[in-house]
């Protein structure tokens, strides 16, 4: 079964400041997915790659196949970044049901 | 433009009641899925359905009941609510297997 770990768990920054999250996993993958969730929220859908970088506004997501790992970078980041956000990997055989096996999610406060 | 819809949003069931909750797309999507998100964990596969007509067990399907009578609506049920079902549930569509989750706002459920 694929391991997927995120790191950290919990992230408490000042405004403005460039945020880093991790996720590492065991197995190899097809593709990786970054979710947001918001506190009392539903969960949103940020990316999905398999291989290099994808960025969206002041979001950006990297992706290192053969170092089983992917970061999720925000620039410039405000009180309303501040979430879970979730890493989930797609593998062939291990997964879930649907393939997918979800992190436990790192909880980012962003501090005006 | 609603997407996923669930209802309800929040309930509180005593043990041994039943219930269901109703998750309903409007993309057109094959696929959907249902999942509980409990503290400490990432999320987890209940059932899952393919298409209008089919429903395939998840990774904690034990005590959960599902059907797929219109391809728009996917229905989860509780036919005697446990404390240990205490969780928040999502309900999630994408395209196909290989394609982004969307997902609804959550069903936050108490069991006492």
């Known amino acids: 079964k694929n391991e997927v770990e995120q790191s950290p768990q919990n992230l408490t920054a000042q405004e403005g400041e460039f945020i880093t999250i991790n996720c590492s996993y065991s197995?190899?993958?097809?593709?990786l997915h970054w979710l947001q969730q918001h506190p009392g929220g539903g969960i949103v859908s940020l990316f999905m790659?398999?291989?290099g970088k994808k960025k969206h506004g002041r979001l950006i997501a990297t992706i290192n196949i053969q170092e089983k790992h992917s970061s999720l970078h925000i620039t410039a980041s405000h009180p309303r970044d501040s979430a879970v956000y979730i890493c989930a990997v797609r593998s062939g055989a291990g997964g879930g049901a649907d393939g997918l096996t979800f992190g436990k999610g790192t909880h980012l406060i962003i501090q005006p | 433009n609603a997407g996923v819809t669930q209802t309800p949003k929040f309930r509180v069931l005593k043990t041994g009641q039943s219930m269901t909750l109703l998750c309903a797309q409007d993309m057109n999507h094959e696929y959907m899925y249902w999942y509980r998100q409990d503290p400490g964990m990432g999320l987890r596969l209940i059932h899952y359905?393919?298409?209008?007509?089919?429903?395939a067990k998840g990774e904690v399907p034990d005590g959960y009941n599902v059907s797929r009578l219109k391809k728009q609506n996917f229905l989860l049920g509780l036919e005697s609510a446990a404390p240990s079902q205490t969780s928040v549930y999502f309900c999630?569509?994408?395209?196909?297997?290989?394609?982004?989750?969307?997902f609804g706002q959550g069903t936050r459920l108490t069991v006492v």
């Open positions: 197995v190899g993958i097809s593709a």
């Open positions: 359905s393919v298409g209008e007509g089919t429903t």
């Open positions: 999630a569509s994408s395209y196909d297997r290989q394609t982004l989750r969307f």
């Open positions: 790659l398999s291989s």
